[in-house]
């Protein structure tokens, strides 16, 4: 085998690993609706946040279809062809165009050309290769959603067909009639909007074992107070904290110190009603060791985590289900070994996490401490 043909077997290998998912709506499996929207625009600042969306005079024509991922993870869903300029919604479960903020999850107006031409497919909207979306979002295998292709600005014309694809494996289905949807389908958004919450809370568990109080040779007992500030962001879901932070410590011998940590949220702003949480204290234990060696100080700290929360969840109103309630809780426990090594002036740290996936999440922390003794 020459270089050459290695190289295209080696390109044939890559692209069957590539599970591509195409569908077609036209005439014999789909149909054209209208939804009456308050925008008269569906740019990305309104399709970013789409509980924003609510019902007014302006006419948009939409076409949507169902998918059903065989997975549970993180898919890439676009639509490449139509006559107009177009965007696209993802909603859990079946779209409701009396209630459009309900079940919404993300939804996206323009993605360049190149973006669509990395799964394979030839992007024309309304006669533009950029004028065509495409979305990204975490789906859970085997709960059906729902496509809505619509226009950018109401009152245009949108007709058959329209191509969709997703970049791993499912099923697409014409759209199911949201008065003929079995209700279970309500509670998918609440689904994704829980795991969404945990993700964020064990994060911020992680993150507090780092929390120490060191003592000084003259006083053996250290106490800190302070507040902190964390942020989570995931697509449309928002998690903001402001927390109240005692940490303490006491110096138990030359080589040994122990302490622990409590953490309060004072307040929590989180972007969707569906959940209330009730926000009871996190608390953690640490113990350090300092063995001083020859040119070497040794430092082993191991620490560890515990959170409880009460969740309560609430699914709103829609066509075909009436509102619901329910509970449920999240226990997460945590530690962390960390090892350091001092030579003269120089440090060389070491650290064994609980080890969490953030490959498409995004979290920020501020800490801001006083140090009351020392």
């Known amino acids: 085998m020459n270089k050459k043909n290695l190289f295209y077997y080696l390109v044939f ?27 008269g625009f569906l740019g990305n600042s309104t399709l970013s ?28 869903m676009g639509q490449y062809t139509a006559n107009t300029d177009t965007i696209m919604m993802l909603y859990s479960g079946n779209f409701d165009p009396s209630n459009p903020s309900v079940g919404g999850i993300i939804g996206n107006d323009d993605t360049p050309a190149a973006n669509h031409a990395a799964y394979g497919f030839t992007s024309s909207c309304g006669g533009i290769d950029n004028y065509c979306p495409q979305i990204t979002s975490d789906l859970i295998s085997g709960y059906q959603y729902t496509l809505v292709v619509s226009t950018y600005s109401s009152g245009r014309s949108l007709s058959l067909p329209v191509s969709f694809y997703a970049d791993r494996v499912g099923v697409f289905s014409s759209y199911t009639n949201p008065a003929l949807a079995p209700a279970s389908i309500s509670f998918d958004y609440p689904t994704i909007q829980l795991n969404h919450l945990f993700f964020a809370k064990r994060s911020l568990l992680m993150n507090q074992l780092d929390d ?28 903001n904290k402001t927390i109240a932070s005692l940490i303490g410590s006491y110096q138990f011998n030359s080589n040994i110190r122990i302490g622990g940590f409590i953490d309060k949220s004072l307040y929590t702003n989180y972007n969707n009603s569906v959940l209330n949480i009730e926000s009871n204290p996190m ?29 309560e969840i609430t699914r709103s109103i829609s066509t075909n289900t009436e509102a619901g309630a329910g509970s449920t809780f999240l226990k ?34 501020f800490k801001i401490f006083k140090q009351l003794s020392r």
């Not at 069957?16 to 939804?35: F, I, P, Q, R, S």
């Not at 001083?292 to 959170?307: A, H, R």
Request: one cysteine or more; hydrophobic letters at 30%; glycine letters at 6%.
């Open 13 to 39: 290998g890559i692209t069957l690993l590539n599970a591509v998912t195409t569908y077609t709506a036209d005439e014999t499996n789909g149909t054209t609706n209208t939804m009456s929207l308050s925008q």
């Open 49 to 76: 946040d789409l509980s924003s969306l609510s019902t007014g005079s302006n006419v948009f024509n939409y076409i949507a279809v169902n998918f059903t991922p065989d997975e549970t993870g993180t898919y890439v």
């Open 212 to 239: 120490d109080c060191e003592t000084s040779d003259t006083n053996h007992i250290c106490l800190k107070v302070g507040g902190q500030f964390f942020s989570f962001d995931k697509e449309s879901e928002k998690i």
């Open 283 to 311: 608390i953690g234990l640490f113990v350090s060791r300092k063995d001083s060696q020859p040119n070497k100080l040794v430092e082993t700290k191991i620490s560890y985590g515990w959170l409880k929360n009460d969740i």
């Open 332 to 365: 997460t426990t945590g530690f962390q070994l960390y090892r350091k090594y001092s030579f003269f002036n120089q440090s060389i740290n070491q650290s064994i996490n609980q080890s969490i996936n953030q490959s498409d999440k995004l979290y920020r922390k």
